[in-house]
């Protein structure tokens, strides 16, 4: 008997089942490399087809066709969903990601022009990630709790040190300077601390640079993309032209 192919719907992978494969785990239920759950048929029957529906509920890993790789950039156009993968190693990532406001890096940073530009300039919300073991630490969980905590320690700090003020000078400016540290540090992990960084942007598309280039692999490369769009355009006028 030939073995069966059994096909993942999420990311496409094909499995051989031979039947000595499915005399001893047919009709139970598995797991493809991707973290979709692939169910054995039972042995001397067909491939049971994996549903979209039945996969557990991620994102997805497969590349948008609004994003295409130019050289070491990613292009994609505003709210497009960048895939599942991790951003170094580029391989599927079960857990679904975050989306992270990303800023033009060449944004001033001459004292309140930084904040304010920050703020009230352009601004993209980008969704990426790591797998658990490419995970940068400025961008981890334990980086989220500490950012929540320098904002939270900062009103704390100066109304301790506003009570403190006529009682101990010492005590007041070491409250004053730990305030100073929280600023610094909030700072650091909500603007600096990312990995990928806007090269460049439009009103419709954004240039990303910071992805390796195992990541950049999965994606068309830009002369796919012109190709793709001058076919576009030419069926569009063809049909304008019928």
């Not at 192919?5 to 005399?23: H, I, M, N, V, W």
Request: aromatic share 10%.
């Amino acid at each position: 008997m030939a073995p069966t192919s059994l096909t993942c719907s999420a990311c496409g992978g094909q499995f051989d089942l031979t039947p000595e494969y499915l005399a001893e785990y047919g009709g139970r239920t598995t797991t493809c490399t991707c973290g979709a759950a692939l169910a054995i048929p039972p042995s001397g029957t067909a491939a049971i087809p994996q549903l979209s529906y039945v996969a557990p509920s991620r994102a997805s890993a497969k590349v948008p066709a609004n994003a295409w790789r130019d050289g070491s950039l990613v292009v994609m156009t505003r709210g497009a969903l960048l895939p599942n993968r991790c951003a170094r190693c580029g391989v599927p990532v079960d857990r679904k990601f975050r989306f992270t406001t990303l800023y033009p890096e060449h944004v001033s940073f001459s004292g309140t022009s930084f904040l304010i530009r920050r703020f009230l300039g352009d601004r993209v919300r980008v969704r990426y990630g790591f797998c658990r073991e490419h995970t940068p630490l400025l961008e981890s969980e334990a980086a989220r709790v500490t950012l929540v905590a320098s904002w939270v320690a900062i009103p704390v700090f100066m109304a301790s040190a506003n009570l403190v003020e006529k009682r101990s000078v010492v005590l007041f400016w070491a409250l004053i300077s730990l305030t100073v540290a929280a600023l610094a540090l909030g700072m650091i992990l909500l603007f600096v601390g990312k990995s990928i960084k806007i090269h460049d942007l439009d009103y419709r598309h954004v240039w990303l640079a910071g992805f390796r280039e195992p990541y950049l692999d999965t994606f068309p490369s830009l002369e796919h993309q012109q190709n793709q769009d001058a076919r576009e355009a030419a069926d569009r006028l063809n049909s304008l032209d019928a």
